[in-house]
C-alpha cells in the first residue's frame, strides 16, 4: 500500500518549543534515557496505561517502536513528540497525536505520559499547548480527541486547563492496567463555531 504525504501538512519542524519544555520526535539514540525514566516511575505510570509487556524495556521493541513512528509521520498517521526540558535537556515524558483521520474529519487524538519526578509541574501543560499549536496550526486539524480514566483528576484537570471540553463517557474504552475501563472523552476544536 502507498501512501501519499498529507496536502495539509505544510510544514514539519524538527522541533517544537513552549515555554519550559522542547517536543521532538523520538530518536533510537533516547533509548536508555527513556528506559530509565519508564522504570523510574513504574509504579506512578501503571494505574493509568496498558499493561506492560515483558520486552518493554528491551532495545529490539525500542528501534522496532522508532520504526513505527518514523511510519506514522512518513503516512501522515501520528506525531509522537519526546518532551525535554528545554534548559536541562533531560527527558520528561512522550505526548502524540495519533489515529489522523484526514477527508471532512480532520482529527486526531492526544495520548501522553509524564515521569513521576516532572509530574505536577506544568510541564505537560506546556508540551500539550505545543501540540495543539502545532496540529491546527501546521497540520491543519479542525478536532482534537483526548481520554482519560474518570479517576485520574491531574489528566482531568491538564485537558480543562488547555481548552479541551467534556463531551461524554465512552464504556469499557480502553484495556488499562489490564481490564477494559471507562473513559471521560474530551475534544478541544480549533474554532468554535
Given amino acids: 500500500m502507498v501512501f501519499l504525504r ?8 524538527h522541533l517544537l518549543r513552549h515555554g519550559r519544555v522542547v517536543l521532538r520526535h ?7 534515557e527513556w528506559v530509565k525514566l519508564r522504570e523510574a516511575s513504574r509504579d506512578f505510570l501503571r494505574p493509568w496505561e496498558p499493561q506492560w509487556s515483558d520486552t518493554e524495556f528491551g532495545k529490539f521493541n525500542f528501534r522496532s517502536r522508532i ?5 506514522q509521520v512518513k503516512n501522515d498517521l ?5 518532551i525535554f526540558h528545554g534548559e536541562e ?23 501522553y505520559w509524564i515521569g513521576e519526578p516532572y509530574a505536577r509541574q506544568g510541564l505537560m501543560g506546556e508540551a500539550l499547548t505545543a501540540l495543539v499549536g502545532y496540529a491546527f496550526g501546521n497540520l491543519a486539524l479542525h478536532r482534537m480527541e483526548a481520554a482519560c480514566l474518570p479517576g485520574n483528576a491531574a489528566s482531568i484537570n491538564l485537558l480543562r486547563r488547555t481548552g479541551f471540553a467534556q463531551e461524554g463517557t465512552a464504556r469499557d474504552y480502553l484495556k488499562i492496567a ?4 471507562d473513559h471521560l472523552l474530551f475534544a478541544r476544536i480549533s474554532q468554535p463555531n
Avoid: M
Avoid at 498529507?6 to 519542524?13: A, C, G, R
Avoid at 520504526?67 to 511510519?71: A, P
Avoid at 505526548?95 to 474529519?105: D, E, M, P, Y
Fill in 67 to 71: 520504526r513505527h513512528y518514523q511510519q
Fill in 178 to 181: 489490564g481490564k477494559w475501563q
Fill in 89 to 111: 535537556g533531560h527527558l520528561l515524558g512522550a505526548i502524540t497525536a495519533s489515529n489522523v483521520r484526514r477527508g471532512v474529519a480532520q482529527i486526531c487524538s492526544v495520548g
Fill in 6 to 13: 498529507s496536502p495539509f501538512v505544510h510544514d514539519h519542524p
Fill in 26 to 32: 523520538p530518536l533510537v539514540a533516547d533509548f536508555e
Fill in 78 to 82: 501520528g506525531y509522537p513528540f519526546f
